[in-house]
Structure formats: C-alpha cells, structure tokens
C-alpha cells in the first residue's frame, strides 16, 4: 500500500491478476499480453501471478507498507 501516491501498473508481457481492496471488497483487474492500470494511492494490492510475466511498477516509493498476503483458497 503505498500512502503517498498512486501508482502506475504495466503489464509488458505474461498474464496477472491484481487484487484491489475497495471499501465494497475486493476488485479484480485481470491483464493478459500487455496492459495497464492505476492503483490509487492508500489501495491496499496484490498481484496474483497466472503465467511467466513481466511488469512494470512505478510510484513514490516512500511511506510504502507491506503486510502478509492472505492464503489463497484456489
């Protein structure tokens, strides 16, 4: 979670799920082959890994949290 900015997500190859938890629960955003998308800032994310991938992550890194990720049920 990353509380001083948002940050900018692109998928350059592969294919991913992120994971955005919302004040409604939980949002999926599904790329596959190339893509992108805006987490905002105070979003707490995760990105579940469905094929070999490469991304690119972009944001200010400071005041970044980190917290164990829930275990998967799939």
């Not at 955003?29 to 992550?57: D, E, N, Y």
Request: aromatic share 6%; glycine share 10%.
């Amino acid at each position: 979670m990353h509380p001083n900015a948002d940050e900018f997500v692109y998928l350059l190859s592969g294919s991913v799920e992120l994971l955005l938890e919302q004040a409604l629960g939980v949002k999926s955003v599904a790329l596959q082959g190339r893509g992108a998308v805006v987490v905002p800032r105070g979003i707490w994310h995760t990105a579940k890994v469905l094929a070999p991938s490469r991304m690119l992550f972009v944001t200010m890194g400071a005041g970044t949290e980190h917290r164990p990720c829930a275990a998967s049920t799939t």
